[in-house]
């Protein structure tokens, strides 16, 4: 039976970049030895990293003098600390739309003052706070693009002259934006990229000066660009299967044509969400996320038999976090349309059992 893989993360591939890496798990570049195996200083993975590197550039639309792309370690967790770590001064600006940005504003506090400059909280951050006000003497702006437990995502970057910071970790790639608005934007590569095991940094060059600390080295954004993300052994196979990754989206079209099938997927899947009168819809509807669906039944009575025909449809991961119960699609780049409508039809057809 076919699965299909709505789980949050580590989450989908897309197949062909799987039978790829298999391949280069038994014998990269015809050269007799495992991508695994192979010194991380040979030609042949240098040049993984360089078109890893340059492709995450590209893809995003940005010049590789302005910005400079990194592949570390440490998950988005270890950004919630390096990016305060290097440059919070005095006083920076947070947004906080859920658990992954009440836990970078909590590494943050570590650093200097913390300005919390608006919350979701008051609803379980069903939605994405607007009309705030940005402190112009803050040190920089950190957001979090899509909330992947709670399934939101933000529309509409607010206007600001500090530098921005996000969190992409649940939404990269996945939509056009002007991403020449970020100052830095970090994703950990398990949810939309790659495997778990390496974290993507693009930071414009001109943040790289003078630091308001001593950094240790591994935490330094400044050793890891002047070092081209070899400062230490990097994680040599989740950067290959990213950079395959990153390959097959350039290869579909790229980020614009991607978004396009992202966002029938999502709408097909939210109007059956909003049409079935067994099922409602978590988020508030103008902060849906296209990558994350969030929805709960509307009689929880009804759970065992829904499960039930989901698991016989080979749905996978389909449960939601505790936080918010009921259940999340995740529909990330390399999920196909004929998964989610499997999903649609298990939903008629428990309307239907009804």
């Known amino acids: 039976m076919k699965k299909h893989n709505f789980s949050a993360g580590p989450s989908i591939l897309p197949q062909e970049v799987m039978q790829q890496a298999s391949q280069g798990l038994i014998d990269f570049n015809h050269s007799g030895l495992s991508i695994m195996e192979i010194s991380h200083r040979s030609k042949d993975f240098i040049e993984v990293m360089d078109q890893a590197c340059a492709l ?6 940005l010049d590789s003098n302005t910005y ?11 950004q919630f600390v ?26 943050a506090k570590l650093f200097g003052q913390v300005d919390e400059v608006a919350s979701s909280k008051d609803q379980n951050f069903a939605y994405i706070p607007k009309g705030y006000t940005i402190p112009h003497d803050s040190d920089y702006f950190h957001c979090t693009s899509n909330n992947t ?19 992409m970790s649940s939404d990269i790639f996945s939509r056009v934006m002007d991403f020449s608005k970020f100052d830095l934007i970090y994703a950990g590569a398990q949810k939309n990229m790659g495997p778990a095991g390496t ?36 994680p040599v196979v989740a950067v290959y299967v990213s950079m395959l990754t990153l390959k097959w989206l350039k290869e579909k079209g790229g980020v614009s044509s991607i978004e396009k099938l992202n966002g029938e997927k999502a709408g097909q899947l939210y109007a059956e969400i909003d049409r079935n009168p067994l099922f409602k819809g978590f988020a508030h509807k103008e902060d849906r996320s296209m990558m994350n669906a969030t929805f709960n039944l509307r009689d929880e009575s009804q759970k065992s038999t829904f499960d039930a025909l989901c698991k016989e449809a080979g749905i996978n ?33 428990f309307e239907r059992q009804q």
């Open 317 to 349: 991961g389909i449960n939601g976090h505790r936080s918010v119960g009921g259940y999340r699609a995740s529909i990330y780049n390399a999920m196909p349309l004929e998964s989610v409508q499997v999903l649609i039809e298990v939903m008629k057809e």
């Open 149 to 167: 437990i709670f399934g939101t995502q933000i529309q509409d970057l607010p206007e600001t002259d500090v530098p921005v910071f996000c969190d």
């Open 56 to 61: 995450a550039l590209e893809l995003l639309g």
């Open 68 to 78: 400079s792309a990194l592949f570390l370690q440490g998950g988005a967790s270890t």
């Open 199 to 234: 974290t993507l940094v693009v930071i414009k060059n001109e943040l790289l000066g003078e630091a308001p600390r001593p950094i240790p080295s591994m935490l330094d954004y400044r050793v890891h660009q002047e070092k081209e993300s070899m400062f230490n052994t990097p």
């Open 82 to 107: 390096m990016a305060p770590y290097n440059f919070l001064k005095q006083k920076a600006a947070y947004l906080n739309t859920g658990t992954w940005a009440s836990k970078a504003i909590k590494e």
